[in-house]
Structures are given as C-alpha cells and as structure tokens.
C-alpha cells in the first residue's frame, strides 16, 4: 500500500488525515458518519492494513491474527456476504481491538520482544486458561534474555545451534508447565518469533 494512495481517499472523503493515531474514537466516527460508505470501507483496509505492518511487523502472532481478521472481513464484504455498513462497524471494532492490542505490552510490564514471544505463547488458548497471563509474561521475559544470549548470528542456518536453542526453549517451558501437548508447537513459533527479531540484537 503506497501512503499516496491512503492520501487519495482522504481527499475523496474530505477528511484530515490523522496522524495514526488513526484509531481514536473520534476520527473512527467522522469515518463511520461518511456519506461514501464504499470509500469509508476501502479508507478503514488501507488503514489497517497499513498499521498491521507498521506496528505488528516483528510480532508473528499478531500479525498474523489482525491480517486473517482483515482478510476475512474484506471477503465477506466483497463476495455480499455482509452490507456495506455492517463491514464498516466491524471494520471500526476491529480498530478498537488493534489499539487495545497495542497497549498490551504496557499493560503486561513487557517490551515489544518479550511481547512477541508472549503472544506466540498465547496463541494457544489452553495455556492462556492454565497459566494465565502473569505466568505467561514471566516464560516471555526469561525467553527473550535466554534467546538474546544465545542466538548467534548464523544461528537459523545452522542445525546444531538450532536444536540447542530449541531445547533450552522446551526447557524453560517444561519448567512453568507450559501444557505438554502444546509445548512442541509453542517452541517452533517462539523460534520463529526469534528468527524475526535475532537482526536487531545483533
């Protein structure tokens, strides 16, 4: 998505552009009051789409699970499924769940790597139930300080150091009693999540 499109449709709308600080109430409600319903749509995906890059780029779990969101609310809306003003509220809620998604590494007292890991470790519900947040934020802060010292710079390419980090992972896990079942799918994302963020601890 190219900024001098998202431009054009402001224009089109007649409205400021806002410095995205995009999803604050105010300016979700000048978007749901626009008498161009299709150009409101349209103006709410670029936007989205734009801050799931920009804010959710070096977090797998939420990138992912903001872009399906979108993806399927923008099928339903282009195959008539849903009417333009209900894929405008959903598109609005789904504003209101991203800003809240944002403010959660505060909330957690964790940084945005320890909040990475966190989510790929909370993307299986039953460990969310079992553990519970705290738990989960205090295995995504000894991650992160465990992963930092250890990962290398070759480290992804390299088999060995690889299967080392893994099972300091499955360790640190089996020590909190992540779910046993889970623990497997849970270090594969959390070695992901580490491949993405390992370029900036270098």
Known sequence: MVSGEVVDVFEAVGLDKPNIGLLDD???AEVRNLPEKNLAVELLERLLEGEIKSKFASNL???KKFS???????KRYQNRSIETAQV???L???AKKFAAASKRGDELGLNNDELAFYDALANNEASVRELGDETLAKIAHELT???????????SNRDSVR???RLMVKRILRKYKYPPDQQEEAAQLVLMQ????CEAWM
Do not use: C, G, H, P
Request: glycine share 0%; net charge negative; no cysteine.
């Open 163 to 165: 299967a080392k980090l």
């Open 145 to 155: 300080d465990s992963l930092r010292q250890n990962v290398t710079v070759d480290w």
């Open 26 to 28: 105010e300016f979700l």
């Open 194 to 197: 580490a491949e993405t963020l």
């Open 88 to 90: 405008i509220e959903e």
């Open 68 to 74: 399906e969101l979108l993806d399927s609310v923008i």
């Open 61 to 63: 779990a939420q990138e």
């Open 92 to 94: 609005i809620e789904m």
